[in-house]
């Protein structure tokens, strides 16, 4: 009876680690081009277009920003997603290896850290080909996106 029950909490645990794996692969990689409804994506170039009255210049330049901060980006919630499977994976065993769990959140802060640098770094590049009018409105942009995203500033 024992060893039935233990069977069945086995394929359960396989089935979920098996349906995470997949789900958290889906989102990692349209979560990216999904935008939120009602927050206006910082990467809409149409968008921008509309805000900053972008010159033909400008929007080739952000455009190819734009695509070169993707496929980072994108790469980097990859990696994060699959950091993330493998805790899961390891947290599913019957005894988890607390070192590799601590491994594979030091692999996911990795990740989560790159991402902030190379956006950090992709806003400090989109800015650079800005009029300092335009810089600014884009920084009230950038900061209105930050601050929508904080829990504690939702009502």
Known sequence: MIRKTLLVIGVAALVAAAFSF????????????TPVVGVPSLHDLDWLQRELALTAEQRAALATASTR???TFNGLCIKHCDARL?????????????????SWVDKMNLAQAAAERA???HILEVRAE????????YGR???D???SMNPSSVN
């Open 119 to 121: 956006t950090l770094e």
């Open 130 to 137: 800005l009029t300092d009018q335009q810089a600014r409105q």
């Open 145 to 147: 996106q930050v601050c």
């Open 141 to 143: 942009l950038v900061c």
């Open 22 to 33: 997949f789900t958290v692969r889906w989102l990692a990689r349209h979560a990216a081009t």
């Open 69 to 71: 901060f993707s496929e």
């Open 86 to 102: 493998e805790l899961g994976n390891e947290l599913a065993k019957p005894t988890p290896d607390a070192a590799r769990c601590r």
